[in-house]
């Protein structure tokens, strides 16, 4: 049987002054737990004619056109299931893409940005964290979550509760959410930090980084399952 291949939308890096080139990222982390876990890795690429992306992870006011779209749509019909990863920005592209998978209801999974991609991709958004106390930029930092019962994360996990990191600058608020995603974990102090699409096959999306946990079972659970639902 052939592997399902699976595309990781690339993410936008800012350039520094040092650097010559603008660069598109993935995390070889997160390729490394596809081939791990059965599946063939492939990057997805924005196709606007531009080297300037939006510099923030706050709003991307790009408008595309119907042959940038088109073009984004290709690539995603090529693969069996979707990665949109986290990053210090967020690009329309993106969103776009989210909003397509989830459309042809493929399989997705949306880590930290990669979350809130999903959530504007339905409708709604993330918002600024202003005291900043979230965005812990520790590889060892763990915190409590909360995971609810009856959710793909609690069946993968089994257990109410689970330590994870927390390295990010924007935040969802229950009530951004409610009503367009079931939550699957909250921080302690009541944020969400999961989400799924019960309607869909499988859609995922979590506000921690799974791929820097890999001393744990569960990254390994979640892309396993994720595979799975790709073939």
Request: charged share 40%; no cysteine; glycine share 6%.
């Given at each position: 049987?052939?592997?399902p291949i699976i595309g990781i939308i690339g993410k936008v890096e800012p350039q520094n002054e040092m650097d010559y080139?603008?660069?598109?990222?993935?995390?070889?982390e997160i390729r490394y737990l596809i081939v791990k876990n059965g599946g063939t890795a492939i990057m997805l690429l924005p196709t606007e004619p531009t080297l300037k992306f939006n510099d923030n992870d706050i709003h991307d006011d790009t408008v595309l056109t119907e042959e940038e779209k088109e073009e984004l749509y290709r690539q995603l019909y090529l693969c069996d299931g979707f990665v949109l990863q986290g990053g210090f920005y967020s690009a329309q592209y993106e969103i776009e893409m989210a909003k397509k998978i989830i459309e042809m209801d493929k399989p997705l999974i949306g880590i930290c940005a990669g979350f809130n991609n999903i959530l504007r991709a339905i409708g709604t958004d993330v918002v600024l964290d202003e005291t900043n106390k979230h965005n812990i930029y520790k590889r060892d930092y763990r915190h409590k979550v909360e995971i609810?019962?009856?959710t793909k994360i609690y069946d993968l996990l089994?257990?109410?509760?689970?330590?994870?990191?927390?390295?990010?600058?924007m935040i969802a608020p229950k009530e951004n959410v409610e009503g367009y995603a079931t939550i699957s974990a909250y921080s302690?102090?009541?944020?969400?930090?999961?989400?799924?699409?019960d309607d869909k096959k499988f859609v995922v999306g979590l506000k921690w980084h799974p791929e820097?946990?890999?001393?744990?079972?569960?990254?390994?659970?979640?892309?396993?399952e994720f595979i799975e639902n790709c073939k």
């Open positions: 049987m052939k592997k080139w603008h660069r598109i990222d993935e995390n070889d609810v019962e009856n089994g257990t109410k509760e689970y330590s994870v990191n927390s390295i990010h600058a302690e102090d009541g944020l969400v930090e999961g989400i799924e699409l820097l946990m890999l001393e744990d079972e569960f990254p390994d659970r979640l892309f396993k």
